[in-house]
């Protein structure tokens, strides 16, 4: 479907306004199917026709805000269970291992994963501790999801999933220990979900709760934003990380090359942890008089 320029950019300041992120060039090829939905939706047969119609002034609260409506349709929700297993899979081999003989005394650990989308990296989280809890019984377990995507978050805290969606990185032994089967698809199980909350939450604005997190997963969201972007996101993700804490990034995706906040975290792939400036000032903090 072709459409103009300007009709691009309107649509491309609308996102970023909203959101922070960029819609490049190289993403063009999916706007027409990614708002293929809103068209059927309001009976638009164009790009250039949606944009005669958005009004983004109007209050983002309201619902049926049709700007609301192309930015949700825009935002990439692409995930599955334990996505990237190599990656993941350092969480419960090294990463929580650390953290637990970290906290003994406090027996609790709170982990932040920052665009969660559909609630699937979440959800392997808590299959982890569920499959561990003898492991960690007496803990006070919270893993908080967040992603700026209300339609996200909603199926997130329902967590029902299609059969396609609950394949997607689980095998059939995983997928019967942790589901029950429900007329419309997959129902992940209370026990596995009690560990779990999620909140609509944009990662622009100050982190979601005041207390550090011991573990914060920011995997494959800063890819859309630009440098500016990026650089304040770090800045927010540092400032909600515990001293001794870790972040994990995407696979391939890297932080020491673009924020002095976060330094490498050894030799594991995608770990990092504050950088010695971040670390110091949350010292700082810390010893300043109430």
Sequence with gaps: MEFSEASYQI?????????????????????????????REHGISNIDQLVCLLDASSDPSQPGNLANEVVEALLNNETYFFRDKPTFDQIPQEILPILRERRARLRRLSIWCAGCSTGQEAHSL??????????????????????????????AKNGLYSQFEVQRGLGV??????????????QLRDNVKRFSRFEQHNLLTPPPRRGKFD?????????YFDAETRS????RLASALAGDGYLMLG?????????SAFAPSGKRASIF????????????????PL
């Excluded at 490049?24 to 090829?29: A, C, G």
């Excluded at 995983?174 to 007329?183: I, S, V």
């Excluded at 573990?215 to 890819?223: E, F, G, Q």
């Excluded at 942890?273 to 300043?288: D, I, W």
């Design 173 to 186: 032994t995983e997928m019967l220990c942790h589901f029950d089967e429900a007329p419309d698809g997959w």
């Design 11 to 39: 649509i491309a300041e609308l996102l970023a306004a909203r959101t922070g992120q960029q819609l490049t060039d190289n993403r063009k090829w999916r706007l027409t199917s990614a708002l293929s939905g809103v068209f």
């Design 251 to 259: 696979a391939g995706e890297t932080a020491s090359a673009r924020t």
């Design 232 to 235: 304040l996101i770090f800045n």
């Design 126 to 155: 808590a299959m982890l501790f569920d499959e561990q809890k003898d492991l960690w019984a007496g803990w006070s377990i919270e893993i908080l999801g967040t992603d700026i995507s209300k339609k996200a978050i909603r199926t």
């Design 215 to 223: 573990l914060i997963l920011c995997r494959n969201v800063l890819l």
């Design 273 to 288: 942890e504050l950088g010695g400036a971040a670390k110091a000032n949350q010292h700082e903090v810390a010893l300043a």
